[in-house]
């Protein structure tokens, strides 16, 4: 190779990346063998080393890899300069330097993006991510080794484990095909995973999903790696392996599980299983351009450093919004297209015609950024491409998935939206259901769906369903799969089977699919379609429903009737509730249960349907009572006109129909369970599946979050920012602020309590009325708060005379700094509250969630409820006092005991004035805080017991308060769990509210526990590491009298003991 003048290919003439496999081979190998070389071989290679490293820093001057991240040419690259130079530079050579820094710079840059990136996936799918990851555990592990520079942490890394289990089909042989792919991967797994075990996991896992993919990979075939690609890497897997780590596979493995991707917007079902009937395996994909993260950043610009979607190369990614594959036992129905042309109809998705901006297949257009070699990411309107996963839940073997990818197609085709949702009734059984709604003036009028095999053909020959609708048929050694269609209306158009031979990679591929297509005669179209195996019976399917907020089908499965409810106006937190009777997307239901996704499956009551045996008795013997009634009065009417004694034959009459009476209704008793029978009741809830019944759920969640200030509550507000189904209010601001009244409110905390009877006895009523009117009235409080300019006189008067009503201790300042501070802090909050009304205006059925940043309101909450009503739903957050009063004195200087002066706070709760206390013994007083205010009292105290008997007081008080609340209404959570489980504690909260957890804020908690990119107020980053910070930093005798202290609450709460 030293010999050769060019290491470039002749058919990639302006492609790198040739270059740079070649050079880091030819290093890596030279840095092998150095010892074993003579001293004339060793200057021969080393110049040659130098010349391709010192062309390739060239190159990165003028190519477009030089600046777009996140991308395996980059990362390919890149390396290569940082390996030859490495190798060359052993002398500290100026020049060698530049190219190392150089390098270092640009993949520290990579690092910090994907640090973003909290569920380990790479936008360009599993086969081009295997690509990238290469070279990124390379950089890492020449960092920490060379420069120091520990990666390990990276939060990406953390997660990349699962890119690999979880997008593994049943076998351990292929994966899915998102974005440009070959049938699972490009370089490794195996050193990835073996690095990742070694350095980042250290549990065994990835050593086993090695083992796995090692042991199941085909030799020869599609599947089967090429030569090169497995050599490659053999070398790096040989290095970082750690024999000492058992293989040990992850938890949950051989039960069919849902993994959810909210950065990427893809969702797993049944991945990393054995080959076996009833192993099934589904996903589905509708993210945002470049991810989430990445897509984020490039729209809201926090980083100067970014130069837009110029900084980034999504070419790779594929069309395919709302696209989806079924491999039922394993056996693959639907799949991608995988590596080709950006064409939409080789994914399965929809296209619409006539398009007036069809650039290619007209008058057919399908998503945007179609009809190149690579996707045109620069392109009109095609940066702003977002699909999203609206909902993904399962519950045993059924799962439900839904996206919405309107921002997918061009605007000119004028459409509202395409809602497409997944529903796997059984390991056998996928519906289909696509939604698309369209403008009036829209100008398509067709649409046209895609299903692609690449394996095995669809049978020519016409399939029908039931004699009734058309379908198409596979054939795998005499086991049928079969697909069948039909809109809302009951039509089911032929479809066409056709074949498609495509480009990929330096190749050509072939697939098949099936095209169906539908009229749209109406601004709302609707389609199902039936995917099932070989081992299940469907007997009928229609549409049984079709109204504005969403639709219902009977499917018949193995004679038993499923009903089907699907809310396709998603966005309506109300309509969700009216159409299904909760705040989820959909349910399934049949005669033994019924699943609503997100919060559990519940049983049927048996005596739910009307016993005909009892109804038929029963309704005889009233006839016969009514009969001999009726003839009696009869006789009656017309007794002067007989000669008998009518008195004595009325009372028999009476006699006989009250014993037929009598006996019907022990005849009844003995045959029915129910007050009435024949009447359906609520059914009753004993729910195997969700944490909780659904029969609390009655009410659309109102939320309050209380705290101890400092505790971390306000990380919550990334389960409900900037949510359709929620509005989140901050209390207090300088618009938004509790009523002042004869009860001064501390700001910090204070000792009394207030119960359902101050309600009802009308106490503070100008607090009940405040929030009846934020919580039940919300858009015309937020319209009735006054956003005026202040002019300089007022902010002089607010800034001399406002500010002294609650007492604030503040820092004295200059006049006009902080008149400054007055006029910015006044006009951030305006924009907030301006902000709260556009939200709720474009989601007027929002939820309100109010966030009280005093610590009063812990001891409050029954009073809040009464006011509020049943819908309430109370989030008190709880946190380790050793972490809590590690955060009041030692995590800033000055300490934010003294900003605060807790201290002063402290006095003012127990301060009397004008003779009376604020609240005393017989009056709304806690008694936990006696102690605390014996202690204020005398000469000894210091910060650390001062503390720890506040939230010793706080703390028991809220507990003891607080524990007659219905679990319907209050629900406990500690801050540790937010941090260090975010996803198990944003399910949790969610089914406490009945609302599932939506895929966009599963990612934003996450984003902020896990990354070290969020700071909560006075603490700094939040992460699963920096929240026991006081381990290591806090003095011992510190810790040991905060436990002293609190003990009886902290193992309550579960704390465990750090002192013995």
């Known amino acids: 190779m030293a010999a050769y003048p060019d290491w470039g290919v002749t058919t990639a003439p302006n492609d790198e990346v040739p270059i740079a496999h070649s050079l880091t081979g030819f290093a890596t190998a030279f840095d092998f063998l150095y010892v074993s070389l003579s001293t004339s071989r060793k200057d021969k290679y080393l110049k040659k080393i130098r010349a391709v490293t010192k062309e390739m820093y060239e190159f990165s001057k003028i190519r477009g890899w030089g600046k777009q991240l996140l991308q395996n040419h980059q990362a390919t690259n890149i390396l290569a300069i940082l390996t030859g130079a490495l190798v060359t530079g052993v002398h500290d050579d100026p020049e060698t330097m530049i190219w190392k820094q150089v390098a270092v710079n640009c993949m ?111 030799k020869d075939g599609p599947m089967g790696e090429s030569s090169s690609h497995r050599l490659t890497t053999l070398h790096t897997e040989y290095i970082w392996y750690n024999a000492q780590l058992t293989p040990q596979h992850p938890y949950g493995f051989g ?82 297209a995988l590596y080709g042309p950006k064409y939409s109809y080789l994914n399965n998705v929809l296209l619409f015609a006539p398009s007036p901006t069809s650039q290619c297949n007209e008058p057919w257009e399908g998503q945007l950024g179609e009809c190149e070699k690579w996707l045109r990411w620069m392109d009109d309107e095609v940066g702003e491409t977002a699909g999203e996963v609206i909902a993904a839940s399962h519950h045993k073997d059924m799962m439900f998935v839904s996206g919405e990818a309107v921002s997918a197609y061009s605007s000119a085709m004028k459409l509202k939206s395409v809602y497409r949702a997944l ?39 016409p399939y029908r369903f039931i004699d009734r609708y058309n379908g198409a048929l596979m054939d795998v050694w005499d086991a049928h799969y079969k697909m069948f269609w039909f809109d809302h209306h009951g039509k089911s158009p032929v479809a066409r089977i056709q074949e498609a031979e495509q480009a990929a990679e330096f190749k050509t591929r072939w697939t098949q699919f099936v095209n169906i297509t539908f009229q749209m005669d109406s ?75 997100g919060l559990g499956t519940d049983v049927v009551l048996k005596q739910n349907t009307v016993n005909t045996t009892t109804f038929n008795f029963g309704f005889t013997v009233n006839l016969i009572a009514g009969v001999i009634l ?46 009435l029978c024949g009447v359906k009741w609520i059914r009753a809830s004993t729910d195997t599946d969700a944490k ?82 934020i919580v039940h009235n919300t858009k015309l409080h937020l319209q009735n708060i006054q956003l005026n300019e202040v002019s300089g006189s007022r902010l002089s008067q607010r800034t001399a005379v406002v500010k002294d009503k609650r007492k604030k201790i503040r820092r004295k300042e200059p006049l006009l700094e902080h008149k400054s501070r007055g006029k910015r802090s006044l006009d951030r909050d305006a924009e907030y509250i301006r902000e709260l009304r556009r939200h709720l205006s474009a989601h007027q059925s929002a939820r309100v969630v109010v966030s009280l940043s005093s610590g009063s309101w812990t001891l409050k909450l029954p009073f809040i409820q009464e006011v509020i009503g049943p819908s309430t739903k109370a989030l008190y957050v709880v946190r380790d006092p050793r972490a809590w009063i590690y955060l009041m004195l030692y995590n800033s200087k000055p300490s934010l005991y003294s900003l605060r002066n807790i201290p002063q706070h402290l006095s003012m709760a127990f301060k009397e004035e004008d003779n009376n206390e604020k609240c005393n013994s017989n009056s709304r007083y806690a008694p936990e805080y006696e102690s605390l205010r014996r202690l204020l009292s005398g000469s000894e105290s210091n910060a650390v017991s001062l503390l720890a008997h ?70 700094g980053d939040i992460s699963p590491t920096n929240i026991n910070i006081w381990k290591q930093n806090m003095p011992r005798k510190d810790i040991q009298v905060i436990e002293d202290i609190c003990w009886s609450v902290m193992n309550q709460l579960g704390y465990s003991k750090f002192t013995n």
């Open 108 to 218: 520290e840059k990579t690092m910090f993006l994907l640090n973003h990136v909290v569920d380990g996936s790479l936008d360009e799918g599993v086969a081009y991510g295997s690509y990238t990851a290469k070279s990124i555990t390379q950089y890492v592990f020449l960092a920490k080794r060379h420069f120091s520079i520990d990666n390990t942490e990276n939060n990406w890394l953390k997660q990349h484990f699962w890119f690999y289990y979880a997008t593994l089909l049943p076998g351990f042989q292929r994966t899915i095909g998102i974005a440009d792919s070959n049938y699972n991967w490009f370089y490794g797994p195996e050193s990835q995973l073996v690095f990742l075990d070694s350095f980042v996991l250290k549990n065994g896992t990835g050593n086993w999903l090695a083992q796995q993919i090692r042991k199941h990979r085909p």
């Open 255 to 336: 039960t069919s599980k849902m993994h959810i991707f909210s950065n990427w917007g893809v969702v797993t079902y049944g991945a990393g299983m054995p080959n076996g009937q009833g192993n099934t395996f589904v996903s589905f994909k509708s993210g945002k351009l470049g991810g989430r993260a990445i897509y984020d950043i490039v729209h809201f610009k926090p980083y100067s450093w970014i130069d837009g979607w110029k900084s980034f190369n999504p070419g790779h990614e594929q069309p395919d919004q709302n696209s989806f594959t079924f491999a039922p036992n394993g056996q693959v129905f639907v799949s991608e």
């Open 423 to 461: 529903l796997l009734l059984n390991s056998q059984t996928l519906l289909v259901v696509d939604h698309i709604e369209r403008q009036k003036d829209s100008p398509v009028n067709l649409v046209s769906a895609f299903f692609h095999n690449l394996d095995i053909d669809f049978k020519y020959v």
């Open 523 to 597: 601004t709302v179209t609707r389609m199902a379609y039936i995917f099932h195996g070989p081992y299940v019976k469907l007997s009928n399917c229609r549409f049984i429903d079709d109204s504005k907020q969403g639709l219902r089908l009977a499917v018949n499965i193995n004679n038993t009737e499923k009903i089907v409810s699907i809310v396709t106006n998603y966005q309506d937190i109300s309509a969700r509730l009216s159409y299904l009777g909760f705040g989820g997307y959909a349910q399934v239901e049949d005669i033994h249960h019924v699943t609503r996704f």
């Open 630 to 675: 009726c003839v009696a009065i009869g006789f009656l009417a017309s007794q002067r006109k007989f000669y008998s004694c009518f008195s004595k034959f009325f009372r028999c009459a009476l006699i006989t129909v009250i014993i037929l009476w009598i006996t019907e209704l022990l005849f009844v008793s003995n045959n029915c369970n129910q007050p």
């Open 692 to 773: 909780q019944s659904y029969s609390q759920f009655f009410y659309l969640p109102t939320v309050v979050i209380t705290s101890l200030p400092g505790s971390g509550a306000e990380i919550l507000k990334h389960l409900f920012y900037n949510s359709s189904d929620f509005i989140y209010i901050r209390i207090p601001t300088e618009h938004l602020d509790i009523p002042e009244t004869e009860f001064e409110f501390d700001s910090f905390v204070d000792a009394c309590e207030w119960t359902k009877s101050d309600v009802k006895s009308g106490h503070f009523k100008m607090i009940q009325g405040w929030f009846h009117s």
């Open 950 to 1019: 506040l939230w010793l007081a706080n703390t028991a008080a809220s507990l003891r308060i607080n524990q007659d609340l219905s679990a319907m209404n209050y629900l406990l959570i500690k801050f540790e769990d937010i941090v260090q489980f975010p996803q198990e504690t944003a399910e949790a909260i969610h089914v406490f509210l009945g609302i599932p957890l939506a895929p966009a804020r599963l990612n934003e908690i996450i984003f902020a526990t896990s990354t070290n990119l969020f700071n909560l107020p006075y603490e």
